[in-house]
C-alpha cells in the first residue's frame, strides 16, 4: 500500500487560493517555458492553463508569470522571482505539513483497505461465456 502524503489548498486572506493544480502549472512553466507546453504536461486545457496563470498573477502584488507575445522567435512565458517565491513558499509549507501529520497519517492509512483497481471500459477483463 503507497504512503499517504497530503494534498493542501490555501485560502489566502484575499480569499484567493493555491491549490496543488496550481503549483503544479507554475513549476511545469518554469520547466518548458510555454503555457502551452505546461498545460499539456498537467493534463489541463490551455485555456484552463491561462485563467489559471491569470488568477495567480491578480491574486500577487506582483505577477508570477510574465508572457511574451509569439513572432518570428516565437513566444514564451517563465516564472518571475516572485512565483519561483509562491512555488518554494507552497512546497516548504507541504513539506512541514507532511512532516507534522506523518503519525497520523500512518495511523489512517493503517484502517484501510485496498481498493480494487480501476478498469478503464477498453480494459475491462472479457466476461466468461459458460
Known amino acids: 500500500m ?3 502524503r497530503l ?7 484575499n480569499g484567493a487560493i493555491l491549490a496543488p493544480s496550481k503549483i503544479a502549472l507554475l513549476e511545469a512553466i518554469a520547466a518548458t517555458g510555454s503555457i ?4 499539456q504536461s498537467v493534463h489541463i486545457s ?10 495567480i ?3 500577487l502584488g506582483s ?6 507575445t509569439g513572432g518570428r522567435k516565437g513566444g514564451g512565458a517563465k516564472l518571475t522571482a516572485s512565483g519561483a517565491k509562491v512555488v518554494a513558499i507552497y ?15 500512518q495511523m489512517l492509512n493503517a484502517m484501510t483497505r485496498e481498493r480494487e483497481r480501476q478498469h478503464l471500459p477498453s480494459q475491462r477483463p472479457e466476461k466468461l461465456l459458460v
Open 2 to 4: 503507497a504512503n499517504p
Open 7 to 13: 494534498r493542501i489548498s490555501l485560502r489566502l486572506a
Open 36 to 39: 502551452s507546453a505546461a498545460a
Open 46 to 55: 490551455y485555456r484552463a492553463a491561462w485563467q489559471w496563470v491569470k488568477s
Open 57 to 59: 498573477n491578480d491574486m
Open 63 to 68: 505577477p508570477a508569470v510574465l508572457t511574451e
Open 91 to 105: 512546497r516548504a509549507i507541504q513539506s512541514r505539513a507532511q512532516t507534522a501529520a506523518a503519525h497520523e497519517l
